[in-house]
């Protein structure tokens, strides 16, 4: 076998080492996004497991700033169930959503809603921002009680524009807004992960049938 046979097949198999890692978490995120506008959350509330240090603590920080906890969620996506813990602020006007995540710290979300079909959203620590008609996703970066209050002013000068939003008082009013939210955003939300996980695997598949090609072709 010649240097530039030998160097083709080396790139192939590099190339097949590199499907093997990338292909597996596209095919999961490109399934978690195809069918996000029809999942839906469920309660979870007393058989859920126990929430991580790090969810317990958060959630701790936005009970001393006015939020009471509704319950615990489930999401069934395909890499498995994801749970999360749902608290709502004494007035009603958010919602909290806390996920475990790796590496932590997991993301807290803040959500608000109107019946005119407007959307706040604040994701805290970390994410992709959002800007489209109905929705405003903004990320914050800095510590969870600013989040929270970064959340909370635009809330209130939406409000003077859109008037009170739309109450929260169980997980029941948690699950209808769930379920607008993905209908509308989901897929559009979830877009810049997909990107990321499946370009990856593209490149890979890209350089495999070049390495297929030079494979055939050297001699």
């Given at each position: 076998?010649?240097?530039?046979?030998?160097?083709?097949?080396?790139?192939?198999?590099?190339?097949?080492?590199?499907?093997?890692?990338f292909?597996?978490?596209?095919?999961?995120?490109?399934?978690?996004?195809?069918?996000?506008?029809?999942?839906?959350?469920?309660?979870?509330?007393?058989?859920?497991?126990k929430?991580?240090?790090?969810?317990?603590?958060?959630?701790?920080?936005?009970?001393?700033?006015?939020?009471?906890?509704?319950?615990?969620?489930?999401?069934?996506?395909?890499?498995?169930?994801?749970?999360?813990?749902?608290?709502?602020?004494?007035?009603?006007?958010?919602?909290?959503?806390?996920?475990?995540?790796?590496?932590?710290?997991?993301?807290?979300?803040?959500?608000?809603?109107?019946?005119?079909?407007?959307?706040?959203?604040?994701?805290?620590?970390?994410?992709?921002?959002?800007?489209?008609?109905?929705?405003?996703?903004?990320?914050e970066?800095?510590?969870?009680?600013?989040?929270?209050?970064?959340?909370?002013?635009?809330?209130?000068?939406?409000?003077?524009?859109?008037?009170p939003?739309?109450?929260?008082?169980?997980?029941?009013?948690?699950?209808a807004?769930?379920?607008?939210?993905?209908?509308?955003?989901?897929?559009?939300?979830?877009?810049?992960?997909?990107?990321?996980?499946?370009?990856?695997?593209?490149?890979?598949?890209?350089?495999?049938?070049i390495?297929?090609?030079?494979?055939?072709?050297?001699?």
């Amino acid at each position: 076998m010649t240097p530039a046979q030998l160097s083709a097949v080396g790139t192939l198999i590099f190339s097949l080492v590199l499907l093997l890692v990338f292909v597996p978490g596209a095919i999961r995120s490109w399934q978690t996004a195809a069918g996000v506008s029809a999942r839906r959350q469920e309660d979870a509330t007393g058989r859920a497991p126990k929430p991580s240090a790090d969810r317990a603590r958060r959630i701790a920080t936005c009970e001393a700033l006015g939020y009471r906890p509704l319950g615990e969620t489930v999401a069934r996506i395909p890499g498995g169930d994801v749970f999360g813990t749902v608290l709502a602020s004494d007035d009603g006007w958010a919602y909290a959503l806390f996920a475990d995540g790796r590496p932590e710290p997991g993301l807290t979300g803040f959500y608000s809603a109107w019946p005119d079909g407007t959307w706040l959203g604040t994701i805290h620590p970390r994410g992709d921002p959002l800007e489209i008609p109905g929705l405003s996703l903004r990320i914050e970066t800095g510590t969870l009680p600013a989040a929270e209050a970064a959340h909370r002013d635009l809330l209130t000068r939406t409000a003077q524009r859109h008037g009170p939003p739309r109450l929260v008082r169980s997980l029941t009013d948690v699950f209808a807004l769930d379920a607008d939210y993905r209908t509308r955003f989901g897929g559009r939300e979830l877009r810049p992960l997909l990107i990321r996980a499946v370009a990856p695997a593209a490149a890979a598949l890209l350089l495999t049938l070049i390495s297929v090609a030079l494979v055939l072709v050297v001699r």
